[in-house]
């Protein structure tokens, strides 16, 4: 069993107060050698960019650091296709820089890319979405969100809101293979499997960190469990659950009516959590991630001694927190 940390509304505040802002607590705690006058050459072989929402405020957050920082950044987008991110990969390794930034396009594609930055002698740092446990010992760290927790976190809103009563469920997934979807899903089931034997997982899809595939995905389920016998659903990020409660709204279903919980708190998510539609959601704030995907990167450059993990909090968003400023979405 994996650890995980989860954050609850009572202490979101002082878990996420100034995280929008560069100087969080956080990052301080790992950038002690901010103003170094030393310059750096990093790639950051990444999935996205500005062309998806959370990309709009990684990518500011991580160039806005770098500068800081004096590294020089080339920044790639593969789109989240393997064979590109391969491809980005081989160009790095033969520029030679002092460091590479893998967010992993595809979590179990990424091994060669790994093994030929370490024969070139280059470290490699990852962020967003980790690397599959086998390649562990390819990376020098991993900063971003603790996936695991988020889904275990998202699974404890589920039980609370149960509150033991029998509940059949659904569940969205992300992306087939990626990382993220991975551990979402796995630290949501084994959390249900632990702690809450009255939830029942009846069925569950990919929905592809997409609206409408996610629509798809929940109506087929619908079909084939009954939509009678639902009587909850968790995705594993709010622009699935969007589309998930589409599917219900299509059917004349009151998505109120229905334990849902998510991940994000997104510019989509937080406002159906507030209208009731969404029970509750797990906040993950972009611009940390950037941010610290450099502060990571420069640690190791530096010299300095670093986790394996440097995860940004966990907080739980219901309800009862979703209009406070700490939480504010940004993506």
């Not at 560069?22 to 750096?40: F, L, M, V």
């Not at 179990?108 to 030929?116: G, I, K």
């Not at 986790?307 to 309800?319: A, I, Q, R, W």
């Amino acid at each position: 069993m994996r650890r995980f940390r989860i954050l609850f509304p009572a202490v979101a505040a002082l878990a996420v107060a100034g995280l929008a802002l560069s100087g969080c607590a956080a990052t301080e705690e790992a950038d002690p050698s901010a103003g170094s006058s030393d310059s750096y050459n990093v790639y950051a072989l990444l999935p996205q960019g500005t062309d998806q929402p959370y990309g709009t405020t990684y990518l500011p957050a991580m160039q806005a650091k770098a500068d800081e920082l004096g590294i020089d950044l080339t920044i790639t987008n593969s789109q989240y296709d393997a064979d590109t991110q391969a491809s980005d990969c081989k160009v790095a390794v033969a520029a030679a820089p002092d460091l590479i930034i893998l967010w992993p396009a595809v979590g179990d594609t990424v091994r060669p890319c790994l093994e030929a930055a370490k024969a070139a002698g280059i470290p490699v740092t990852a962020t967003n979405s980790d690397v599959n446990p086998e390649d562990k010992d390819l990376i020098q760290g991993y900063s971003g969100p603790d996936t695991y927790g988020q889904g275990a976190a998202s699974a404890e809103m589920m039980c609370d809101a149960a509150d033991g009563a029998p509940t059949n469920i659904l569940v969205i997934d992300g992306l087939t293979g990626n990382s993220t979807a991975i551990n979402r899903h796995e630290g949501f089931a084994d959390y249900i499997a632990e702690n809450c034997t009255n939830i029942t997982i009846l069925a569950s899809q990919p929905g592809n960190w997409n609206k409408d595939d996610s629509q798809i995905a929940t109506s087929e389920m619908l079909t084939s469990v009954g939509a009678d016998n639902v009587q909850g659903i968790y995705a594993a990020d709010d622009t699935m659950v969007a589309g998930a409660i589409d599917a219900l709204k299509a059917r004349g279903i009151d998505p109120s009516s229905l334990i849902i919980t998510s991940i994000g708190n997104t510019f989509l998510g937080n406002p159906l959590v507030i209208s009731g539609d969404l029970y509750g959601t797990v906040f993950q704030s972009s611009s940390w991630d950037g941010e610290n995907a450099v502060v990571l990167a420069y640690n190791v450059l530096t010299g300095e001694t670093v986790e394996d993990n440097l995860f940004m909090p966990s907080v739980k968003v219901t309800e009862d927190n979703a209009s406070d400023a700490a939480v504010a979405p940004e993506w």
